[in-house]
């Protein structure tokens, strides 16, 4: 299983916002987690914590390029976080190899074609909605049922699109659109999302069903989903830490 070490290079991001919303320190931690042995590294310059508001697309570019641009000269192997087909683009010219958007193709109409055309590995997350009121629309029937069938028809869009299928990444979107107990459903079914047949992402790390009253506190259970997620076929897990993740799959 590979880890896809976070590199948020924003404000107000839930868990590690703030720490390096600067150039030097976002390079800095993506060093540091190319020495720890990081597979990918995620970099996102919009959060999309519950509530957020969103950031403008020159922001966002601002926030994002350099960082990219530095980080592909020692080799590292990146994805852009984005839901904009220009950042998504733009990362790809500064050196990013995979574009991770979390709405899979639903917030920009032009992402799915953007992405069939770079011909580079496109993760399509479930999403419900943007992150302002996504907690109002974490209503399901049967929510491994009812997240498999919106994912499916994210997978059929892509394809569509042109995406070659070799290319497409799946991830339930833990926490987007979904409360505590959904979230754990998703977890105890992960072996349903496997078997859609495309390597599956999972982001659980520090988020809110974990429990505990600060993302630090959320470290250790994060560290436990990853063990548990180990042997169940995921093709990676999305990270604050790289190495306490590292060392749980090499035990
Ligand atoms: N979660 C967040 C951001 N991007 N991307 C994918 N593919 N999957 C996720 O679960 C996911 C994501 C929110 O967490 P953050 O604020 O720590 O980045």
Redesign the pocket.
């Known amino acids: 299983m590979l880890i ?1 070490g ?1 590199l ?1 290079v ?1 404000p107000d ?5 703030g720490r390096h919303n600067d150039f030097d320190a976002a390079v800095a931690r993506g060093l540091e987690m190319i020495a720890e042995g990081v597979d990918i590294i ?1 970099i ?1 310059g919009e ?3 519950p509530g957020a508001d969103r950031v403008s697309e020159a922001e966002e570019i601002q926030r994002t390029i350099p960082v990219i641009t530095e980080l592909a000269k020692h080799g590292a192997r990146i994805s852009i ?1 984005t839901m904009r087909a220009s950042t998504a683009e733009a990362a790809i010219k500064a050196g990013a190899a995979i574009i ?3 709405s899979g193709g639903l917030a920009d109409s032009q992402m799915l074609r953007t992405a069939a055309r770079l011909q580079l590995p496109y ?1 399509a ?1 479930h999403w419900r909605g943007q992150s302002k009121d996504m907690n109002s629309k974490a209503i399901y029937n049967d929510v491994v049922v009812d997240v498999i069938s919106e994912l499916q028809e994210r997978v059929d869009a892509a394809l569509d699109a042109g995406i070659n299928p070799s290319n497409l990444i799946i ?6 659109a979904k409360d505590a107990q959904h979230n754990w459903e998703i977890i105890d079914s992960i072996d349903k999302f496997v078997a859609m047949g495309y390597p599956v ?7 809110r069903f974990l429990g505990g009253d600060s993302p630090d506190e959320r470290e250790q259970a994060s560290i436990e989903l990853t063990k548990r997620l180990a042997t169940t076929g995921v093709w990676a897990v ?1 990270v ?1 830490s790289v190495k306490p993740h590292s060392e749980v799959l090499t035990k």
């Not at 991001?13 to 916002?17: H, I, L, M, P, Y």
């Not at 991830?171 to 987007?176: A, N, Q, V």
């Not at 992402?201 to 988020?207: A, E």
């Open positions: 896809m976070i948020n924003t991001s839930f868990a590690d916002g995620d996102g959060s999309t914590r976080d991770n958007d979390v993760i997350m991830d339930p979107g833990l926490g987007f992402l999972v982001g659980g790390s520090r988020k999305r604050h």
